[in-house]
């Protein structure tokens, strides 16, 4: 492993009563892709807002190259932010501006770049991912698989650090799955920065992936390798990688069991 | 029995608790909101923009509603009037309420219904989709990019808004008093020439629309960016944005002109 960038340390969060990460411990790397993978709902998209900043944790720290990312003054985590890019779920493009405008949008904002510069670059950016025929539509007229590679462009439009995907293959052909695979890895081999990849899709991401964090029931699981974790002996890795419905890991949200609810009366749990 | 009236006042207790920290988070918002202000310096752009969609797009309602306002206003001033042989201070009667109540009140409801409720789900389709997030990451700050252009285009825009109803609804009394009802044009305007004071009557009048326009932008945009981010919360936002802001306008009218006006 080469040096660390994200260091994670004690990390404890709850939302809404329910505890989401109790005491985690992650170092994620400088260079190279690191695959953070998991059921649904454990906390995936979360702990990307945590490094991002937007969430605060209970207890514990997060350090983005050097710097505890909470404790930081308004003026440093923006000026760490433009260093890092982060695909969202659902994209988050600005609506109100066109797919070429959305990804020149942190270039405009942060540089001082002629509109030929500005031009090119966003260009080059939409190129990459192959919707440079498509930088005059809006975003409501995207679909969800187009969006999501818009968003993706304006990710990486001032050449971050850190690239952080949230479900970059969901919603995506397979052949446009196999490109954005190929994307991410090309990305993160050209760039030389970290990438962090939040996917269910198990096999595209251990392909490119250097290292694998399982998080499950607000705890890491397993990590290690690709190969580490293919070959791991653990039932839980073995059913998650599998995509088994029998085993350790739970289908359902927390409850209590289904007969007691069914006969518990009227109303919701909450009251 | 016990059980019901400790729910009850926890009720009570957490409602009032909820209140209050909505209150403080409105206020502390309205700081950042304010911080955000020296944004627009360097992009002017962003404040056309809203003042285009926040005031011009609330113009053609207010135009429309101005002049009958005004019609109706010399209609019923008349028929007060005319009775006491007073009706050449019609005009006095219409301008005057016109510039003191209805101009900053009406065009002030008008405008939380029209451009208010608009903000509220402007900026709260922009939260549930992930879009004020997303320029946070982007090391942009939405509430000096976003939040801060429509509240001060709201702010702009009340006053002259306000002033554009009572013109055209002056222009409206004059319709129906001058050509409908045959007074004397002369009259009309000298009488209301005379009675009119320009700090008393257009000035408080201006403060008024002032004060509506920095209370409901404040609601709107507040609203917005404080709105659970599901379709029924952005729902009940926007429902909150028009309700409150009537109900503050016509409060604050009060107190407005029992300090103007009650000497
Ligand atoms: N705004 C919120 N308020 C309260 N709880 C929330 C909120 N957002 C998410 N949660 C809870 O936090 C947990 C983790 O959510 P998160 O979105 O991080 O999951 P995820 O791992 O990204 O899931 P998925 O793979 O489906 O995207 C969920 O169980 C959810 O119930
Ligand atoms: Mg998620």
């Known amino acids: 492993m080469s040096e660390t960038l994200i260091k994670i340390r004690g990390l404890k969060f709850s939302r809404g009563g329910r505890v989401i990460f109790d005491n985690v411990d992650m170092d994620i790397p400088r260079t190279g892709i690191t695959a953070i993978m998991g059921p649904s709902g454990t906390g995936k998209t979360t702990l990307l807002k945590l490094i991002g900043g937007q969430l605060r944790p209970d207890a514990g720290t997060i350090e983005v190259d050097g710097q505890n990312i909470h404790q930081l003054k308004t003026k440093d985590l923006y000026a760490l932010r433009k260093r890092m890019g982060m695909l969202f779920q659902s994209g988050a493009l600005l609506t109100d501006l066109s797919v070429f405008e959305n990804v020149a949008y942190p270039i405009r904002e942060h540089t001082k770049l002629n509109e030929r510069m500005v031009r090119q670059l966003v260009l080059l950016k939409l190129n990459a991912v192959g919707l440079r025929g498509a930088m005059d539509l809006s975003p409501a007229e995207l679909s969800g698989g187009m969006a999501r590679r818009v968003a993706m462009a304006r990710a990486i439009a001032l050449d971050p650090m850190m690239i952080m995907y949230d479900e970059p293959f969901t919603g995506q052909d397979p052949i446009s799955m196999g490109v954005l695979v190929k994307l991410i890895k090309s990305l993160n081999d050209a760039l030389n920065v970290c990438s962090i990849v939040v996917s269910h899709d198990v096999y595209e991401t251990m392909s490119i992936a250097n290292y694998v964090y399982i998080i499950s029931a607000g705890t890491v699981v397993e990590h290690g390798s690709p190969d580490e974790i293919r070959n791991s002996h653990s039932e839980w890795t073995r059913q998650f990688m599998e995509g088994l419905a029998d085993g350790p890991v739970p289908f359902h949200f927390d409850a209590p069991p289904l007969l007691d609810d069914l006969f518990a009366g009227s109303g919701t749990r909450r009251g | ?263």
């Open chain 2, 1 to 263: 029995m016990v059980d019901i009236l400790l729910d009850r006042i926890q009720g009570l207790g957490r409602g009032t608790l909820a209140a209050v920290s909505r209150l403080g988070r409105a206020n502390v918002f309205l700081l950042e909101v304010f911080a955000g202000l020296s944004g627009m310096l360097t992009r002017p752009g962003l404040l056309i923009k809203q003042l285009f969609s926040v005031g011009v797009q609330t113009l053609i309602i207010i135009v429309v509603a101005g002049l009958f306002v005004g019609m109706v206003m010399a209609l019923q001033a008349y028929y007060a009037l005319v009775d006491f042989g007073a009706e050449d201070s019609l005009s006095v009667m219409v301008v005057l309420s016109l510039l003191r109540e209805l101009g900053p009140v009406i065009t002030a409801l008008l405008f939380a219904g029209r451009a208010g409720s608009a903000l509220t789900a402007e900026i709260g389709l922009m939260k549930a989709t992930e879009q004020l997030s997303g320029m946070e990451m982007m090391a942009v700050n939405p509430i000096e990019r976003v939040i801060a252009p429509r509240f001060l285009a709201g702010m702009i825009s009340m006053p002259l808004l306000a002033a554009i109803f009572s013109a055209v609804g002056v222009m409206g009394g004059y319709l129906v008093a001058v050509e409908l009802l045959g007074l004397d044009a002369g009259a009309f305007w000298s009488q209301a020439q005379a009675k009119v004071e320009l700090f008393e009557d257009l000035g408080n009048g201006m403060i008024k629309s002032l004060v509506f326009g920095f209370v409901v932008s404040w609601i709107a945009v507040f609203e917005g960016y404080d709105c659970i981010p599901t379709s029924e919360g952005l729902g009940q936002a926007t429902t909150r944005t028009v309700v409150y802001g009537s109900l503050a306008i016509l409060v604050l009218d009060f107190v407005l002109t029992a300090l103007m006006f009650g000497k």
